[in-house]
């Protein structure tokens, strides 16, 4: 069973839904965001962990493995989740958390992996799957598929091409980490 763990929109989340994965509940960081709405029509159990419900991130990272291996969740999948885990939730994981990254690791970590590239003037970036670990966007890479950098791109254009193929190959690789 998934874990999921989201913030906003949700689009990751609704690849790995239309894919048919056996999610046992999705954790958003904030209330009422898109993310939710989708795990709810699609009959997933939610949760909200505000930071400012608890009073450190420690607690509230505590709170959140507790809850989702009370639904049996043995695979956590990062889906736009926009705080770095801390070690009460890594070490109850461990081995068996993945992200979601915009951009080619290592070469474009952090919050703004399409505007790096295009900043640095690459021909191609990739959308990239990896384990997640205690550093941003350092974990080792599973799979990564590359996209093409095309003159006159915009941060825009860019980026759908690039979560074109991260909603494709997240739940690639989701599946094949769940048959293991």
């Not at 689009?11 to 960081?29: F, M, R």
């Not at 009959?43 to 809850?67: K, N, Q, S």
């Not at 295009?118 to 799957?129: D, F, H, M, Q, R």
Request: net charge negative; aromatic share 6%; with cysteine.
């Amino acid at each position: 069973m998934i874990g999921v763990l989201v913030s906003g929109e949700g689009t990751n989340l609704q690849a790995l839904i239309d894919a048919g994965l056996p999610i046992a509940g999705v954790i958003s960081s904030k209330p009422g965001v898109r993310a939710l709405e989708r795990a709810e029509a699609a009959g997933i159990e939610t949760a909200v962990f505000h930071l400012d419900d608890y009073p450190t991130r420690e607690d509230r990272d505590a709170a959140m493995a507790d809850w989702l291996e009370r639904r049996g969740a043995d695979l956590v999948v990062c889906a736009g989740f926009m705080y770095l885990l801390r070690r009460a939730f890594l070490d109850r994981f461990a081995g068996r958390i993945v992200n979601t990254h915009a951009g080619r690791l290592p070469d474009f970590p952090g919050m703004h992996p399409v505007e790096d590239a295009l900043a640095a003037g690459v021909k191609e970036t990739a959308a990239t799957v990896f384990f997640v670990d205690d550093g941003v966007d350092t974990g080792p890479v599973i799979a990564s598929e590359t996209v093409p950098v095309l003159e006159g791109d915009t941060a825009e254009s860019l980026r759908r091409r690039v979560q074109a193929v991260e909603h494709r190959i997240l739940p690639e690789v989701v599946r094949e980490l769940c048959a293991r």
